[in-house]
Each structure stands twice: as C-alpha cells, then as structure tokens.
C-alpha cells in the first residue's frame, strides 16, 4: 500500500520552461489537493478536486493548470515556469466521507526555475 | 490577518520537559481543527484532531476554545523524537474539506 506517490522528487526548470507534476493514490480517496510549501508562508492550496471530474481553484491557482485524470491520478501542469514557482509541491488526499476530512500527504516535489 | 496563526519558534526544550504551542483562527464558523507534525524536508502528518471537550493521545493533549477561536497542543515529557514542526490546521465551512494550515511551530528537544 503506497499511499500518495509523486513523480518527480526533485526537478531543475529554466523559465519558460513546462512540466507535469504526476501524483497518484491508492486509497480510494473521492478528494485531491495540491499545495506548495515556502518558507514563512505555510501550505497553500494551488487546485483541489473534490471528486472524479470536478476542479476547482485555490489560494494561489495563477500559473497552474490541473488534471483529474481519474479517481487515482491529479496532475499539476506548470506550462511556463517562472522563478516564483520556485517551492516544494506536495499532493494531498481525502476520503471526504463519514467526517474523515484527514488529508493524507505525498513525498513532495522540489523544484527550482532559475 | 492570517487565517491560522502560530508563532513559529523555535521552542529549545530539554528532554523531559513539558511544552506547550498555541494557535489562533480567525472564522468563528471554522468546523473542525487538527494538529499536523511535519519533519524536516518531509511530509505532513497528521498527529491529532482536537475536539471541543478537549483530547489526550499518550503524552499528546489538544484543546480547543472556541469562544477566544484558539487552540492548543501540550507535550509531556518531550522526547528527542519530538523534534519537527507542528501544524495547526483547521477546516472551514463548505461541503469541501478544504484545510487551511499554519506557518508551523518549530520544535528542538536537546539532551
């Protein structure tokens, strides 16, 4: 049972450059999220997708598009990095049923666009 | 104002010592609350859910209040295994359980 998995942990961009973050689940999870983590700002919520089929914006959604690719798979396009994007992305999962709001979390990918 | 406020340390204690962190939230209607830990250059966990009446997990206890909108984590007889950042993280209103997280309370337990 792995959990949350993403692909890749650590990633170089030049700017300009695009990229697919890749996150998947085996939970059976309705709900997925993805944050970026800076220093002195705490997780923030870049998409989320509530269920299979729907995407909805978070905090900071500029620059990012998303992918519900189906209930195991979220993935998190940058489709032209710049260095602001500079920060650890980590997805998230929930099962969002009975009360159980508990987000499991994956690995994280750090990327830096110089 | 920040929607979760923590002050981020870092608290030095020595093992054996008892610490206390404490967060604040700004929506009155905030549903649910949390304490996440979270390791250097790892994930978050979540640690605890912190109820009304209050909750105990070993040497863990979580209290809420929300009339002053605060909550807190107290740990008994840290340990060196102690040492991470802790998240205070609370669910807003909305069928979705979208979290809102802290900027995190560093913690360092020293022989």
């Known amino acids: 049972n792995a959990g949350v998995t993403q692909t890749p942990k650590f990633q170089v961009l030049k700017t300009g450059q695009s990229m697919t973050l890749q996150c998947a689940q085996d939970m059976n999870h309705n709900s997925m999220y993805w944050y970026r983590q800076d220093p002195g700002m705490g997780l923030r919520l870049i998409y989320y997708?509530?269920?299979?089929?729907?995407?909805d914006k978070g905090e900071v959604p500029n620059g990012y598009n998303v992918s519900r690719l189906n209930k195991r798979e979220f993935s998190l396009r940058l489709e032209s990095a710049a260095p602001s994007q500079t920060s650890v992305y980590f997805c998230?999962?929930?099962?969002?049923?009975?009360?159980?709001?508990?987000?499991?979390f994956g690995p994280g990918t750090r990327l830096t666009v110089t | 104002r920040k929607e979760v406020e923590q002050d981020p340390g870092p608290f030095n204690v020595p093992e054996g010592a008892t610490v206390a962190f404490n967060c604040t939230y700004s929506n009155s209607a905030s549903q649910s609350f949390f304490w996440y830990r979270q390791d250097c250059r790892k994930e978050p966990k979540l640690l605890m859910s912190?109820?009304?009446s209050g909750n105990e997990d070993g040497r863990f206890t979580a209290q809420l209040n929300r009339a002053s909108q605060y909550i807190s984590l107290l740990i008994r007889d840290s340990k060196l295994s102690d040492s991470a950042t802790y998240l205070c993280?609370?669910?807003?209103?909305?069928?979705?359980?979208?979290?809102?997280f802290g900027t995190g309370t560093r913690l360092q337990v020293t022989l």
């Open positions: 998230a999962s929930s099962a969002q049923t009975g009360g159980n709001y508990e987000q499991y």
């Open positions: 993280v609370v669910k807003g209103t909305g069928t979705a359980s979208k979290l809102t």
């Open positions: 997708s509530a269920s299979e089929g729907t995407t």
């Open positions: 912190v109820y009304s």
